[in-house]
């Protein structure tokens, strides 16, 4: 009860403070849109074709964009120090982290579900199973976007350059552009290590169909990596956290 | 009398650096204790230990009946901390800053508006309240930052160099809530590297150096350490040269002080005596003349140089 205070605390902090801007607001929108039209225009395939990897993108980038940025922006403004005298956890102000993450990540991609059943015409087959990736989803990659904060620094570009060198080159083989069953032999090995792999997957069984994997594993190995991802993230936040103050 | 803060044997080590070496004592309850020492000594270290930020290498801090490694959370919900080094959230409003404090420590929701309300008025910030926080003052800032460490309505005070910088209204406000908190049977540990402030506010004071503590007593017992440190300042109406003075009997130096002369000793009765004396003997006036004890900055300076010579010592 007590630590559910102070995640909601530390969650609306965020929302207040990094999430409701308008910038990170349109950029959540703005740049998986972007990446879409990239590969969609003058390339005469069919829009729907790219659904899947427009909601997994979407869902990818805003989950994961704003956490990796919010513990070196509080070493910065002295912030953070503030959070650590309260009687909360360093467990419970990542989770408040996450918890504002999650929130950011879901709303932001209702907006291409949206575009992709009315505007685009693609199918929803599966709406159980799109809410459940779509909300498990959110949470792995607000995991990692703690993953990310994990450096001890107090410069938020930092770490902004180590999330974007390892997101951008992950939405490459992890069947969003490119279904993962029409990849080589070691792309889909790279895409194994993916955690966007198996959101992407899920979502193509749930709207337009032709997944290559079963939806029951990429259940299964999406909480898996939330999990794992989880307890690397706290244990090293937890490591750095003296050092973070010495800095 | 009640001990609210018990460190036994802490320890800090930084990268094999010792920070803090061992160091044992105790706060009471209901008094002001200051905390002092130069920069590097090892307060802010100190700190951060006794507030749960940093986990000692070895030792314990006890807060109440809480061990602050054992159990962090219950003893933090006892401790109202204003930090050095920490700010408000500056994107944010008085307002939603102090309702994130009364969050953070789960005060309940029916009391929250009220208490803010009460302490942001206390504190002249409350016409300033839905301005964001990087629209305050400095002191504006601390001021607030206070009203956030109040709002639980901790039993204990900890304030780390709190009017640092600060202007003299705003360090007035913050030195007079620290005793009403004392006076309402609230106990602060009082972190500063100002002496005539925590002359002025501590019932006792523990002075660290190199990590370790030198002395631990109430600001007048520490004088009375120092008791050859008290001095006869004298203005005449004539320049006399030091060398001149420095002959009278129990005199041990004299030093130049602006337009007065400050002759240290052991006796400054006598020696008021024997400056009359002189006075008439050499046809002068004397236009001022005070005796004073030695001050804290003295003792302090004297603890943390380790310039006790084996005199001192033996008186």
Same mark, same amino acid.
């Given at each position: 009860?007590?630590?559910?205070?102070?995640?909601?605390?530390?969650?609306?902090?965020?929302?207040?403070?990094?999430?409701?801007?308008?910038?990170?607001?349109?950029?959540?929108?703005?740049?998986?849109?972007?990446?879409?039209?990239?590969?969609?225009?003058?390339?005469?395939?069919?829009?729907?074709?790219?659904?899947?990897?427009?909601?997994?993108?979407?869902?990818?980038?805003?989950?994961?964009?704003?956490?990796?940025?919010?513990?070196?922006?509080?070493?910065?403004?002295?912030?953070?120090?503030?959070?650590?005298?309260?009687?909360?956890? @360093?467990?419970?102000?990542?989770? =408040?982290? &996450?918890?504002? /993450?999650? +929130?950011?990540? *879901? $709303?932001?991609?209702? %907006?291409?579900?949206?575009?992709?059943?009315?505007?685009?015409?693609?199918?929803?087959?599966?709406?159980?199973?799109? @809410?459940?990736?779509?909300?498990? =989803?959110? &949470?792995?990659? /607000?995991? +990692?976007?703690? *993953? $990310?904060?994990?450096? %001890?620094?107090?410069?938020?570009?930092?770490?902004?350059?180590?999330?974007?060198?390892?997101?951008?080159?992950?939405?490459?083989?992890?069947?969003?552009?490119?279904?993962?069953?029409?990849?080589?032999?070691?792309?889909?090995?790279?895409?194994?290590?993916?955690?966007?792999?198996?959101?992407?997957?899920?979502?193509?069984?749930?709207?337009?169909?032709?997944?290559?994997?079963?939806?029951?594993?990429?259940?299964?190995?999406?909480?898996?990596?939330?999990?794992?991802?989880?307890?690397?993230?706290?244990?090293?936040?937890?490591?750095?956290?003296?050092?973070?103050?010495?800095? | 009398?009640?001990?609210?803060?018990?460190?036994?044997?802490?320890?800090?080590?930084?990268?094999?650096?010792?920070?803090?070496?061992?160091?044992?004592?105790?706060?009471?309850?209901?008094?002001?204790?200051?905390?002092?020492?130069?920069?590097?000594?090892?307060?802010?270290?100190?700190?951060?230990?006794?507030?749960?930020?940093?986990?000692?290498?070895?030792?314990?801090?006890?807060?109440?009946?809480?061990?602050?490694?054992?159990?962090?959370?219950?003893?933090?919900?006892?401790?109202?901390?204003?930090?050095?080094?920490?700010?408000?959230?500056?994107?944010?409003?008085?307002?939603?800053?102090?309702?994130?404090?009364?969050?953070?420590?789960?005060?309940?929701?029916?009391?929250?508006?009220?208490?803010?309300?009460?302490?942001?008025?206390?504190?002249?910030?409350?016409?300033?309240?839905?301005?964001?926080?990087?629209?305050?003052?400095?002191?504006?800032?601390?001021?607030?930052?206070?009203?956030?460490?109040?709002?639980?309505?901790?039993?204990?005070?900890?304030?780390?160099?709190?009017?640092?910088?600060?202007?003299?209204?705003?360090?007035?406000?913050?030195?007079?809530?620290?005793?009403?908190?004392?006076?309402?049977?609230?106990?602060?540990?009082?972190?500063?590297?100002?002496?005539?402030?925590?002359?002025?506010?501590?019932?006792?004071?523990?002075?660290?150096?190199?990590?370790?503590?030198?002395?631990?007593?109430?600001?007048?017992?520490?004088?009375?350490?120092?008791?050859?440190?008290?001095?006869?300042?004298?203005?005449?109406?004539?320049?006399?040269?030091?060398?001149?003075?420095?002959?009278?009997?129990?005199?041990?130096?004299?030093?130049?002080?602006?337009?007065?002369?400050?002759?240290?000793?052991?006796?400054?009765?006598?020696?008021?005596?024997?400056?009359?004396?002189?006075?008439?003997?050499?046809?002068?006036?004397?236009?001022?003349?005070?005796?004073?004890?030695?001050?804290?900055?003295?003792?302090?300076?004297?603890?943390?140089?380790?310039?006790?010579?084996?005199?001192?010592?033996?008186?």
């Amino acid at each position: 009860m007590s630590s559910l205070a102070g995640i909601q605390a530390v969650m609306k902090k965020d929302m207040r403070v990094y999430y409701l801007k308008g910038p990170v607001l349109i950029f959540g929108l703005f740049f998986p849109a972007c990446l879409f039209c990239a590969f969609v225009i003058g390339r005469h395939m069919p829009a729907h074709e790219l659904v899947p990897g427009l909601i997994a993108m979407a869902l990818f980038f805003t989950a994961s964009a704003t956490t990796p940025a919010i513990m070196p922006f509080e070493m910065r403004t002295h912030t953070l120090e503030r959070l650590l005298i309260a009687p909360l956890s @360093i467990s419970s102000m990542l989770i =408040g982290d &996450v918890a504002a /993450a999650f +929130l950011y990540g *879901l $709303f932001m991609s209702i %907006v291409p579900i949206l575009i992709s059943v009315f505007v685009i015409g693609a199918p929803i087959v599966h709406p159980f199973i799109l @809410i459940v990736t779509v909300v498990l =989803g959110a &949470v792995c990659f /607000a995991v +990692l976007g703690t *993953l $990310f904060a994990v450096p %001890v620094t107090d410069v938020p570009s930092d770490v902004m350059m180590i999330s974007n060198l390892v997101r951008l080159p992950m939405i490459f083989f992890s069947g969003v552009f490119i279904p993962i069953g029409q990849i080589s032999v070691w792309g889909r090995g790279l895409s194994a290590i993916s955690p966007l792999t198996y959101c992407t997957e899920l979502i193509r069984y749930s709207t337009i169909g032709g997944n290559f994997l079963s939806p029951a594993l990429c259940l299964a190995v999406l909480a898996g990596f939330t999990v794992a991802l989880w307890l690397l993230s706290t244990t090293l936040h937890h490591r750095n956290m003296s050092r973070r103050l010495a800095l | 009398m009640t001990e609210v803060i018990r460190v036994d044997t802490l320890t800090k080590r930084y990268d094999g650096n010792l920070a803090v070496a061992g160091i044992s004592f105790s706060v009471r309850a209901g008094e002001i204790f200051g905390f002092l020492g130069p920069n590097g000594a090892g307060k802010t270290t100190t700190q951060r230990m006794l507030t749960g930020v940093l986990k000692p290498t070895s030792g314990t801090v006890q807060v109440l009946d809480h061990d602050m490694v054992r159990d962090p959370l219950g003893a933090k919900e006892h401790l109202g901390v204003v930090p050095e080094m920490a700010n408000p959230y500056m994107e944010m409003s008085g307002w939603e800053n102090m309702m994130l404090a009364a969050e953070l420590y789960r005060v309940p929701r029916a009391e929250r508006t009220g208490r803010a309300e009460s302490l942001l008025r206390e504190f002249e910030l409350w016409e300033r309240r839905d301005d964001r926080a990087r629209a305050y003052s400095k002191g504006m800032k601390q001021r607030l930052m206070l009203c956030m460490a109040l709002v639980h309505q901790p039993d204990i005070l900890l304030l780390d160099e709190a009017t640092s910088g600060l202007d003299v209204a705003s360090s007035r406000q913050i030195r007079a809530r620290a005793r009403d908190f004392a006076a309402d049977g609230g106990t602060v540990f009082y972190t500063t590297h100002n002496i005539e402030e925590a002359d002025q506010l501590c019932d006792r004071v523990a002075i660290i150096n190199h990590g370790e503590i030198v002395a631990i007593d109430a600001p007048e017992a520490l004088r009375a350490t120092f008791a050859e440190s008290q001095s006869v300042v004298v203005a005449f109406d004539r320049e006399v040269a030091p060398d001149e003075l420095a002959a009278l009997a129990e005199v041990k130096r004299v030093a130049k002080e602006g337009d007065k002369l400050q002759l240290y000793t052991a006796d400054p009765g006598l020696v008021a005596l024997h400056v009359a004396d002189f006075a008439r003997e050499h046809d002068t006036a004397i236009l001022t003349i005070n005796t004073v004890g030695p001050s804290l900055e003295e003792v302090f300076v004297r603890l943390t140089e380790g310039a006790i010579s084996q005199e001192d010592e033996d008186q």
